[in-house]
DNA sequence: GATATTGGATAGATTCACTATCCATAAAGC
DNA sequence: GCTTTATGGATAGTGAATCTATCCAATATC
């Protein structure tokens, strides 16, 4: 297909095409001559992809341009690990706080805890270390100034619950089996994703709205209903039924 | 003090503090002569949240200006309502999919999805409803055309698990007691914005991490530790009562 | 051969968050 | 009182990020 009809397909100027393709996060078409190129599928896909990690995550493009980056350089064989490398290039809000070498020892230090969880795998894959050290470092110098790196056990468990929700979502997991939009395009890297910024979208404005129901129910002496200790999980059934369209 | 001193103690430029007196994120000093006006501490406290929420969140200056805003518009008597009710205006990272009514139809629906969760209040402060519908139809525009607003359950659950460890941290809640920084200044209101925003930055990057640990076990084929069932919590001994203050 | 379209290059637009300069006025030091 | 310095307000400029518009010669299509 040409550039008109892929900008047309796409939704996305030509102009704004030719500047994502100058930008590095959408690779130029197949040039058959000086000013004639072709674009395949994966283009528009990719497109597609940009547009939405703008649109829901609002990442700026030279982040994006990292996680295409990942995504060329072909881990083919195996989607999971594909998509969650591409997803780690993701974050990176960088912006430490602390000089240089406190950094190290607390991403030293942040590894050592990592090691320690029960499901953590490999050694080499703590990129994140960095990530959540920086954040501890932030923590350290806005609010608690002896935030310990232990003090994030509870958030870890928390998480490894919540990416056990997010895994079963997804279409083959255990979870309810929904029907993907566009298949053809909904290949496993792109949605993976996806959902990982789209949950992390859901998840938060939850947070939000959790965390100012406790602080009512505190500030108005109401009773704080416990997180729930696990309970059977009941709906798992059936009851979930459709929503519209 | 004056705007010379004001600029040295929060390390922030003269220029700036005028333009984000300019702004409105900022409340302009007592002025008591054409070119004279003096700042109180509450310009520097002011000056130092609008600065971590720059720094740590990378809020634009906007929603900085709708948190102060929403900061000044008194809520003496209650500094949780307080503080809850700025944080409220921190999210909207609007840009929702799908139509007017389509949007006010899954708001509905959200609405009465979390009025029968076992943890919410009251009917009138469900603000997060518009930004979950907002979430929810990305999720359908991007990812699953029928995601059901009971498909989040599981997250809501997380969510008031995770509000739970967040209050549990803060400094008079029944968590590790910690040593504030800047005790002047870390009055509960800053302390509670602050906290959601770089607790959500931790929790963030924990969960990337999971997620990451989670798709490596899936895609070798190794076992995947369930989520904990929650075991007992040891460090639950005194009951948790009421947060600080 | 006439017309329209293409890819490539370049320049302009827009927004955001500052930053710098100017200036009449007030304060501080002598 | 007089000089020097600092102040607040206004205005203009900067630089990055993300597009958007225009121009152009080469090519395609009729």
Known sequence: ?????????????????????????????????????????QH??????I??????????LEVVARVTAELDRGWEGDPFAEAMLAMYALPSRAAAAGDEPERKRVAK???????????TTDNERL?????????????????????PVAGLAKYAEIAW?????????????????????GDDLAEPTRRA??????????????????????STRISTGAAVPPAAPRRPTRKRVAPRKKAKR
């Open 193 to 214: 994703i996806l959902g990982s910024v789209l949950f992390e979208r859901i998840f938060g404005a939850l947070r939000h709205c959790a965390n100012a129901m406790r």
């Open 127 to 147: 990129f994140f270390a960095d990530e959540i050290a920086a954040a501890v470092l932030q923590v350290r110098r806005y609010l608690y100034a002896d935030f």
């Open 1 to 41: 297909m040409r550039l008109a009809e892929l900008s047309r397909r796409a939704g996305v100027p030509r102009s704004t095409i030719k500047f994502y393709i100058r930008e590095g996060v959408l690779s130029a078409g197949a040039t058959h001559a000086r000013n004639q190129a072709s674009y395949g599928t």
């Open 51 to 60: 547009r939405a990690l703008r649109d829901v995550a609002g990442l700026p």
């Open 44 to 49: 528009l896909e990719r497109l597609e992809l």
């Open 161 to 181: 619950l919540l990416s056990e929700a997010e895994f079963a979502l997804a279409p083959g997991g255990p979870g309810v089996p929904m029907r993907a939009r």
């Open 109 to 119: 230090e942040v590894r050592a805890f990592l090691r320690a969880l029960p499901w």
